[in-house]
């Protein structure tokens, strides 16, 4: 990509600095052999050239444009041999509360998962208006009430990543942070998995969900097992109501959300 924005840049800075040496020799006082002409107006050769160029540069920055920014579209699955694994994020005040739909557990402020396996996050938020970033994975990803934003990484080696939240949320923020534990194999994966299924905590009701939702700061990591199907989906659906939409803001403060529906962000923007 870096050489292709400088490749791009070389399409205009080369002539232009050709054509600045060139016009100076040509027209130099000491060229006694120089066309003058005074009464010049109009070429037609001059305008092709200065109306065909840019054109093409706009066309081709145009293309890269499209292709590099739907290449780059959190949303899109990335290409793998390896099938993904989900992984549904809800953020709290002031906490990283994780699902793991297909294995039945769920997390507090910590995830695992086993290197060069994509990952697919499903994102949402139970609170106010947050951001979901692995800094050192990819892009970061908007967390909103109501609403569902997806996010595709794959960790190229095994390691501990660190997650934070990228937008403030509140006095508990600066501690809102969670870690990634990527697996050297799928064996290590499982071990973590049954680690957390043993867990006596039951994520099994909208009820305990709630509980582990109350504001809090600087939380430890916890483990759940037994969880309630469709969770996630629970999760976002119950801030589709205008009811709901009045959400609790931290410190007892109101966020006015009236009239956002609940739909699926899949497109949402991302910073990189």
Request: no cysteine; glycine share 4%.
């Amino acid at each position: 990509m870096i050489l292709t924005a400088f490749g791009l840049m070389m399409i205009v800075v080369i002539p232009a600095v050709l054509m600045a040496v060139g016009f100076a020799w040509k027209y130099r006082a000491s060229n006694k052999d120089a066309k003058y002409s005074p009464n010049w107006s109009h070429s037609n050769k001059v305008e092709a050239v200065v109306w065909t160029v840019p054109i093409l540069i706009i066309l081709f920055l145009a293309v890269l444009t499209w292709k590099t920014t739907h290449a780059l579209e959190p949303s899109k699955p990335l290409v793998h041999d390896e099938k993904p694994i989900t992984i549904e994020v809800v953020s709290m005040d002031w906490k990283w509360f994780f699902i793991y739909p297909e294995q039945g557990i769920a997390t507090v402020n910590e995830i695992a998962f086993p290197a060069n396996v994509p990952v697919h996050f499903k994102v949402t938020s139970n609170s106010v208006m947050n951001s979901f970033f692995i800094p050192r994975l990819g892009s970061q990803i908007y967390a909103m009430a109501g609403m569902q934003t997806q996010l595709h990484l794959i960790a190229d080696e095994a390691g501990t990543y660190d997650g934070i939240s990228a937008s403030y949320s509140g006095p508990g923020f600066s501690g809102m942070k969670f870690k990634a534990i990527a697996t050297p194999d799928r064996a290590t994966f499982d071990q973590w998995v049954e680690k957390a299924k043993q867990s006596p905590n039951a994520m099994d009701s909208m009820a305990a969900f709630e509980k582990v939702a109350v504001p809090s700061e600087y939380n430890k990591v916890e483990y759940f097992s037994n969880v309630k199907p469709d969770l996630f989906k629970d999760v976002v659906n119950k801030f589709m109501s205008h009811e709901s939409m009045n959400m609790s803001k931290p410190e007892g403060e109101h966020a006015a959300h009236d009239g956002m529906e609940g739909m699926d962000m899949s497109h949402a923007e991302t910073a990189h």
